[in-house]
């Protein structure tokens, strides 16, 4: 049985459909605080089991007959989405799979997690390291979805406003991360490696091509210091809501968090990776 912690959150939800490319419904099970989010996942055959980690002996119940289990942990460079909540279940989730007797643990970490700033990340591939389950940690880079509430606002004014600090950046499409984390919990073996995920490395400039690829006409670039892209983003038409984020993941691009590149991806997925523009424009056809 392959096991997808938090099976019904976006990237859960990825997996398990790249998951059903490659093995019987069958063979997958999801776990959930609220199993009445799988019901589409169960009427497709995927077995749904509810989180509870207070319960004793709960664990061996949500893990029982596991094979490999993905470690799914928010993403974290949002702030005010990652409440420490969250934090604690993925590593409750961690410890659980350890007394469950685990034969192999897939772990979702960040491409910079040896030198970054956003600590739960490091801790997690801690604990994981220290649960003594063999492991796979996959090391993924930003997502390019993350990008979309940038291009449309350049989209709509026709510049590109952000604060890379001088630093680049990385992204791959969700659905690449998570064909690669299907593809390692369907196929097995990498057991002992750190795997880092990534696209190709993109400047402030670099990125501004993107947005003008996806316009039809030129985007130009507008870059500001870290303390004023919030004022300047709310400027050109942002919410308080997006100036935030972007705020968030331009500040953490400015410590170089999604800086560092990697050709494991590629390898792992047998296949080029899309491009930025393409999973884009694909987010903004969805809406």
């Known amino acids: 049985m392959i096991v997808v912690t938090d099976g019904t959150g976006p990237f859960g939800r990825l997996v398990v459909r790249h998951l059903l490319d490659r093995v019987p419904a069958g063979r997958v099970a999801v776990t959930t605080t609220d199993p009445a989010q799988a019901a589409d996942l169960a009427a497709l055959g995927v077995e749904v089991r509810r989180e509870d980690y207070a319960e004793p002996g709960g664990e061996a119940v949500l893990f029982a007959e596991a094979e490999r289990v993905l470690s799914n942990p928010p993403p974290g460079w949002i702030r005010r989405q990652t409440p420490r909540g969250s934090i604690d279940l993925a590593a409750a989730r961690i410890k659980a799979m350890a007394e469950a007797g685990v034969p192999h643990l897939v772990h979702l970490g960040i491409i910079n997690s040896e030198r970054t700033n956003l600590k739960w990340h490091h801790a997690l591939e801690g604990a994981v390291r220290r649960s003594g389950v063999p492991f796979t940690i996959l090391r993924n880079n930003l997502h390019s979805e993350a990008l979309l509430p940038a291009a449309r606002l350049a989209m709509t004014g026709g510049e590109f406003v952000c604060a890379f600090g001088g630093r680049s950046m990385a992204p791959a499409a969700l659905t690449d991360y998570a064909e690669a984390a299907a593809i390692v919990l369907a196929d097995g073996g990498h057991e002992g490696e750190v795997l880092k995920l990534s696209g190709f490395g993109l400047t ?84």
């Open 204 to 287: 402030a400039l670099g990125i501004a091509s993107v947005f003008t690829l996806l316009a039809g006409r030129e985007i130009a670039l507008r870059e500001v210091d870290a303390a004023s892209v919030a004022t300047e983003l709310k400027s050109v038409g942002a919410t308080e809501e997006v100036a935030e984020e972007l705020s968030d993941l331009y500040e953490a691009t400015g410590r170089g968090e999604f800086s560092p590149e990697g050709d494991d991806l590629d390898r792992i997925l047998g296949h080029p990776h899309q491009l930025n523009e393409e999973a884009l424009r694909t987010a903004l056809a969805v809406g």
